[in-house]
């Protein structure tokens, strides 16, 4: 049986593609589950320090939720409605509500990235696009609602009036305007977009692997959090590296005037 998702892994890297171009990477209950195994994996596997997740093919990121599978779900039990989350269902906690990661995610992003796909990619930690990238959440034209995410997400990252006439109207947003909301971290044409996130992911190899784990734990944890708060709050992830050899690796290599080795663990 074909995998849904490829999942391959060199060089301290993850590459994740989701492998249904034929259906522009329409993600269903096989697809969701080999993707809970993965981000797992990435987590697991202190060799990882930073994962790339795409989609196949020069058409789409994904489209999102594969709603024939969607249909015949309800068809055969109107019970089985989807909400916010996804909880009880195949790949549980996805990435859209999978909390503990702490390997940082870069999405690349070419074609359609709407729905679940759009949804993804806002749930990554940076974003790099093609020049033909298109994103929408058109689940409000089709009786359903962005559960995996895209409400929240959306409605913290832009401006609220911004937010809601995407979400309300389920309009498509281009690359160059998820650019100057800050959607995306950079545009580049559709030839450039593998060599561009080449560059970040040897950008985000190059930092200490424990410091970039604490990093992103505490910013995503103290967004809620008042300054003072944020300050006496003692995260995980800090006291792993504070007490690390690679915390004294780095000052140690810069005196030496040399390159640093980081032991990640």
């Known amino acids: 049986m074909t995998p849904r998702v490829s999942y391959v892994k060199k060089d301290h890297a993850a590459r994740v593609t989701l492998n249904r171009p ?38 789409a990121f994904s489209v999102g939720q594969d709603l024939t599978e969607r249909a015949s779900l309800d068809r055969d039990d ?31 992003v070419r074609g359609y990235a709407l729905g679940g796909g759009f949804e993804l990619a806002l749930a ?84 200490a692997p424990l410091s970039v784990r604490a990093i992103k734990q505490a910013a995503y944890a103290s967004l809620d959090m008042g300054l003072e708060q944020a300050f006496q709050t003692r995260f995980p992830r800090e006291e792993i590296r504070m007490h690390s050899q690679d915390a004294r690796e780095g000052p140690r290599a810069f005196a030496e005037r040399r390159a640093p080795v980081w032991q990640g663990r």
Not at 85 to 107: E, M, Q, Y
Not at 159 to 181: C, E, I, N, S
Not at 194 to 207: E, K
């Open 22 to 59: 034929r259906v522009l990477n329409a993600m269903d209950s096989r697809t969701h589950a080999e993707l809970a195994d993965i981000w797992a994996d990435v987590e697991a596997d202190d060799d990882i320090r930073v994962a790339v997740l795409t989609g196949a093919g020069d058409r």
């Open 78 to 108: 109107p019970a089985a409605t989807s909400t916010f989350g996804s909880r009880g269902r195949p790949g549980w906690p996805r990435l859209t509500d999978r909390f503990d990661l702490t390997k940082p995610v870069v999405a690349a």
């Open 124 to 207: 990554c930690d940076l974003v790099i696009a093609a020049d033909d990238a298109v994103f929408g959440l058109p689940e409000a034209r089709l009786g359903l609602i962005p559960g995996a995410g895209g409400v929240f997400r959306l409605a913290r990252q832009l401006p609220t009036h911004v937010a809601m006439g995407y979400l309300l109207t389920g309009r498509r947003m281009d690359a160059a305007t998820a650019r100057h909301f800050g959607l995306v971290n950079e545009v580049v044409p559709a030839e450039q977009l593998s060599a561009c996130v080449d560059g970040w992911v040897g950008d985000l190899c190059a930092g």
